[in-house]
C-alpha cells in the first residue's frame, strides 16, 4: 500500500512564511501526478497547486506569487513553500498523489492517494 505523510504544519503569523512537505512511500511503480489541496472551515476542498509527471506546475489565482510548489523525484515528496501568508490561507492542508502501484513481479493498478493534512492557521 501508500502513505502520503506531511509535515510542516502549525501556526503561523499573518505575513509569514511556512513549508510543508508530503512523502510518499509504499508498493509505488510511478507518480503520475502531485498536488496540494485546502479546506477551510465550512468551505469545500479546494486545489492550490499541481504539479505533473512532466513538471509542468499550476496554482490557484489565490496563491500566485506567494506559494512555491516544488518536488525531490529521488525522495518521492513535495513541498509547498508558503510565504506572505494571510489569515484567508486557514485551512487544512492536504497532498494528493495519483500514483501506479506496483507488486513484485511490475506495475499494476492506478490509485489516488491523500496526506493526513495537518492545519495551517494563520493569525496575530
Known amino acids: 500500500q501508500v502513505q502520503l505523510v506531511e509535515s510542516g504544519g502549525g501556526w503561523v503569523q499573518p505575513g509569514g512564511a511556512r513549508r510543508r512537505s508530503c512523502a510518499a512511500s509504499?508498493?509505488?511503480?510511478?507518480?503520475?501526478?502531485r498536488g496540494w489541496y485546502r479546506q477551510a472551515p465550512g468551505k469545500e476542498r479546494e486545489l492550490v497547486a499541481a504539479?505533473?509527471?512532466?513538471?509542468?506546475?499550476n496554482y490557484a489565482d489565490s496563491v500566485k506569487g506567494r506559494f512555491t510548489f516544488s518536488r525531490d523525484n529521488a525522495k518521492n515528496t513535495v513541498y509547498l513553500q508558503m510565504n506572505s501568508l494571510k489569515p484567508e490561507d486557514t485551512a487544512v492542508y492536504y497532498c494528493h498523489a495519483d500514483l501506479r502501484l506496483c507488486d513484485g513481479f511490475g506495475p499494476t493498478g492506478l490509485t489516488g492517494s491523500w496526506g493526513q493534512g495537518p492545519q495551517v492557521p494563520v493569525s496575530p
Open positions: 504539479i505533473t509527471s512532466g513538471g509542468n506546475t
Open positions: 509504499g508498493s509505488i511503480f510511478s507518480i503520475n501526478a
